[in-house]
């Protein structure tokens, strides 16, 4: 069943998504060659801790850490390890936080030093079919038009979209109804409706969009083993209309980049 949050109850969540967004942030400043993913997990878990939350990812369907760390090949749920990362490599981060009852959820993904051309582009992309999925909800769209929106602007990059795993509502618990795929057909599945709250979060591969999993039953790996990138927002639909309630421009401060939020959404009210 759907959740709707009253507008209260998303001005609680806007502050558990900031935090991730700050965590984020933070994390943007200390990702380069030679850190390990476990190094910046206990960073994560101390800000976050700092900042009167607690990690939403630890602890939770037993994942022993506050990020999820997956590296080149890893499309998601990575667990932090003690190798350095190195030059050239991506790293995407899925970061949780828990406050007020409510969580935040959302994920971005890193360039570790200077990365092939193509890698960038792939994650230029995949972060465009996230802006491409969450202008597609809005009052009269329904689930697959999100779904669809991701994965024409990936294939027609010629990249892989990963199937099993999908966004989702989130709320009073981290991984509500409705699901929401990277995948569909426009016009399909559950109507928006205002007060929904969804993570919206393509993962999308250099090739194949098939995965494999490890057998410490957590990572996921791309079968071919081509590079996987992962972007993900916390998005309500107020009046109609989705407000992001999470931000990258954290990040954006960070690495000293110009923010692409609002060219990717321009009718959109940022929360800066
Ligand atoms: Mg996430
Ligand atoms: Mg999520």
Redesign the pocket.
């Known amino acids: 069943m759907i959740k709707i949050k009253s507008l209260e109850e998303i001005e609680l969540m806007r502050e558990s998504a900031l935090i991730v967004s700050k965590t984020l942030g933070m994390l943007a400043r200390e990702v380069k060659p030679g850190v390990t993913t476990l190094r910046l997990d206990k960073l994560a878990e101390e800000f976050i801790r700092d900042h009167g939350a607690y990690p939403g990812f630890l602890g939770m369907y037993d994942f022993p850490n506050s990020l999820c760390m997956s590296p080149n090949e890893q499309v998601v749920h990575g667990i932090p390890n003690n190798k350095p990362l190195k030059d050239g490599d991506v790293i995407s981060i899925?970061c949780g936080s828990y406050k007020n009852d409510f969580y935040g959820?959302?994920?971005y993904t890193f360039e570790v030093g200077e990365v092939a051309e193509e890698t960038k582009k792939l994650l230029q992309v995949t972060k465009e079919s996230l802006y491409e999925g969450i202008k597609q909800f809005k009052k009269g769209n329904r689930i697959g038009d999100i779904g669809y929106a991701i994965q024409h602007h990936a294939e027609s990059n010629g990249y892989g979209v990963v199937r099993e795993l999908v966004?989702?509502g989130?709320g009073r618990v981290?991984?509500e109804d409705p699901q929401v795929a990277n995948y569909g057909k426009r016009g399909t599945g559950k109507k928006f409706k205002d007060g929904m709250v969804i993570?919206i979060?393509p993962m999308i591969n250099m090739g194949t969009h098939k995965i494999h999993q490890l057998p410490d039953g957590w990572t996921i790996l791309t079968q071919d083993r081509l590079p996987s990138a992962h972007f993900?927002h916390d998005v309500a639909l107020v009046d109609g209309k989705p407000e992001l309630l999470s931000t990258f421009k954290y990040i954006y401060e960070a690495l000293g980049i110009e923010s692409d939020e609002e060219d990717g959404l321009r009718k959109i009210p940022l929360v800066l």
Do not use: P, T
């Open positions: 899925d959820d959302h994920a966004g989702h989130i981290m991984h993570a979060e993900e």
